[in-house]
Each structure stands twice: as structure tokens, then as C-alpha cells.
């Protein structure tokens, strides 16, 4: 912006920017791996790549296929003598799994630090005129200290309604697991589901 408060205060929300961006990626990097182990187009769902992996595994015959879990993230379990192709999708699923989690455990204090940027930025508004005529900015390249200070606002914006949608993405992909393993008739092993006598 070329206002050094201002400037301080949105360069503070690089590292959370930076964070939220990787855990996205790592997300994405592990479906993209998932679908290649299942053997499905990249643009199917969690669901039928689920899907597909269970029919397969059940079609070996000597191998047993569990879901297990006692909360939003499941874990499929292999029991027999898998093929060792199916043993990697497996171990995809488990990274799928991980990466998800790490995004949802982080997801609301990295949208919260970048919202609580934004607010700080935003308290800058009113005297941005003010500040930047003191830091000697005029014409052009006041103009453009206006500019970079609006993008900076929707960036930071952007990046928190990014990052809350990559968490729902991942809680709804550990929903479909748990709803195709029930669909498929896997064996569905949860703390949850058991009951006190």
C-alpha cells in the first residue's frame, strides 16, 4: 500500500494465508492420488472412488473390508491377503483421511486470524486518505495505494471463505465414506454406535 501501519498489518497475514493455501493443496494432492490408486476419472466423487475400492477388495473374496472410526473421520481396514494395488489405494485413502482432518482442525483459526486482518485493515479506511497524504502519496500513486489497500481487503476476505469451504468439503467427503460403506454393506465399527448396558 506504501503505508508502513497498514502495510504491517496485512503483511501479518501472510503466514496464515500461506498455511490455508497449503492444507488446501495437501487436500487436493491426496483426492487427486486416491482417484489415480482407484483407477476413476478426476472428476468422480470421494463416494464412487470409495465405492469402487470396496467392490474391488470384495471381490478378491479372501479379503474383509471394515470402516472404522468414532467420529468425523473414518478409516477403512483391510483384512486377508489384499493385492498390493489395492493395499496403495488404501494407504491413499489413509493420506485423504489425514490431510482432511489437518484442514478442518486448522480451518476456523486460520479464517479467524485472516478475518481478524481484514478488520484491522479495514479500521485503516477511514484514514487512509489522511495516512497516506502524511506518507507523501499523491496522483497515481495515491491511486494505486487505494487500489492495493481494496485488494488487499478482498484477498484476505476471499481466503476465509475459501478455507471455510475446503472444511466443508472435507467433512461432506467423510460423510459420503461413511455413507457408501453403509450403502456397500461394509461392516461399519464406530465408539459411537456402541452402547452402554
Known amino acids: 500500500v506504501g503505508v508502513?501501519?497498514?502495510?504491517?498489518?496485512?503483511?501479518g497475514a501472510t503466514p496464515p494465508l500461506q498455511e490455508a493455501a497449503k492444507l488446501r493443496?495437501?487436500?487436493?494432492?491426496?483426492?487427486?492420488?486416491?482417484?489415480?490408486?482407484c483407477g476413476v476419472p478426476q472428476i468422480s466423487t470421494l463416494?464412487?472412488?470409495v465405492r469402487t475400492l470396496i467392490s474391488r477388495f470384495t471381490a478378491t473374496g479372501d479379503v474383509?473390508?471394515?470402516?472404522?472410526?468414532?467420529?468425523?473421520?473414518?478409516?477403512?481396514?483391510?483384512?486377508?491377503?489384499?493385492p498390493e494395488v489395492l493395499k496403495k489405494a488404501l494407504s491413499a485413502?489413509?493420506?485423504?483421511?489425514?490431510?482432511?482432518?489437518s484442514l478442518v482442525d486448522k480451518a476456523d483459526s486460520l479464517r479467524q486470524e485472516m478475518l481478524d486482518r481484514r478488520k484491522a485493515g479495514l479500521e485503516f479506511h477511514e484514514k487512509l486518505q489522511e495516512l497516506s497524504s502524511k506518507e507523501g502519496l499523491k496522483g497515481r500513486k495515491l491511486t494505486r495505494a487505494l487500489e492495493?489497500?481494496?485488494?488487499?481487503?478482498?484477498?484476505?476476505?476471499?481466503?476465509?471463505?475459501?478455507?471455510?469451504?475446503a472444511k466443508n468439503e472435507c467433512l461432506d467427503n467423510m460423510k459420503q465414506v461413511q455413507e457408501?460403506?453403509?450403502?456397500?454393506?461394509?461392516?461399519?465399527?464406530t465408539k459411537a454406535e456402541?452402547?452402554?448396558t
Do not use: Y
Not at 493443496?25 to 490408486?37: I, R
Not at 457408501?180 to 465399527?189: D, L, M, N
Open 47 to 49: 463416494m464412487q472412488c
Open 180 to 189: 457408501t460403506a453403509v450403502a456397500t454393506g461394509v461392516i461399519v465399527e
Open 25 to 37: 493443496e495437501n487436500v487436493q494432492v491426496a483426492m487427486t492420488t486416491f482417484k489415480e490408486s
Open 64 to 82: 474383509t473390508i471394515v470402516l472404522k472410526g468414532d467420529g468425523q473421520f473414518p478409516l477403512l481396514e483391510a483384512s486377508g491377503n489384499a
Open 4 to 11: 508502513r501501519s497498514i502495510d504491517d498489518c496485512f503483511k
Open 148 to 165: 492495493n489497500f481494496a485488494w488487499n481487503i478482498r484477498v484476505l476476505q476471499g481466503q476465509a471463505d475459501l478455507i471455510q469451504a
Open 194 to 196: 456402541t452402547k452402554p
Open 93 to 101: 485413502f489413509d493420506v485423504v483421511v489425514s490431510t482432511g482432518s
